[in-house]
């Protein structure tokens, strides 16, 4: 984030929009700390973040809307991906690697919207519904115990930080501002 040592974690199923988000978030001042992977843990009473940012898997639809990337490395995959590793990107945002910082919010990512970009408040049993469908797994014989203890912990990650839901607009070179805004705005309260 612009001048903070605090994180955000952005959530949401696969092709949502994570990679694209991150990427314009860094090009507009955030601080990159990782694309897929992230270790989230408890220190005291507050959550942090610890981002693993050497390998970016980028999608060609990605590439298209953020033509400031530059031409990519590699061959596309099956799956129209291709994995870049971050100091590739060097010449479009700053790259550095980060120590765990303190997390400020959780941001969940909805679909994208042809308008400006939206940012709610999120129910925190919405969003711990949607981290739960996308990182807990579920048998025939019902939820495994180590299935049981990740649930707890995301319960208590979405209890104890702010939630917002963001859905990207057509304009990503405004994305980074209005997100800031609304994270300022966070700032002192409880949700």
């Known amino acids: ?51 693993l940012p050497n390998q970016i898997k980028i999608h060609h639809r990605t590439a298209e809307l953020l033509p400031w990337i530059g031409p990519l490395p590699g061959d596309w995959n099956a799956e129209g991906e291709q994995g870049v590793h971050v100091d590739t990107l060097r010449d479009a945002f700053q790259v550095r690697k980060h120590p765990a910082r303190p997390l400020r919010a959780l941001v ?9 970009h939206q940012i709610s408040a999120l129910s925190r049993a919405e969003a711990l519904v949607q981290i739960a469908q996308d990182n807990v797994s579920n048998s025939p014989t019902g939820v495994k115990p180590w299935s049981q203890s990740q649930f707890s912990l995301y319960a208590d990650l979405v209890r104890r930080n702010p939630v917002l839901q963001l859905r990207v ?16 705005q966070l700032d002192g309260t409880d949700r």
Not at 170 to 183: H, I, N, S
Request: negative net charge; hydrophobic residues 40%; glycine residues 10%.
């Open 1 to 51: 984030m612009p001048n903070d040592a605090t994180s955000i974690l952005l959530c949401a199923p696969s092709g949502f929009g994570k990679t694209t988000t991150s990427l314009t978030l860094a090009r507009g001042g955030f601080n990159f700390m990782a694309d897929d992977a992230s270790v989230v843990y408890k220190d005291d009473d507050h959550w942090m973040v610890w981002g």
């Open 169 to 184: 607009g057509a304009d990503l070179e405004t994305l980074a501002p209005v997100l800031e805004q609304a994270l300022s």
């Open 108 to 116: 969940m990512l909805g679909r994208r919207t042809d308008g400006p």
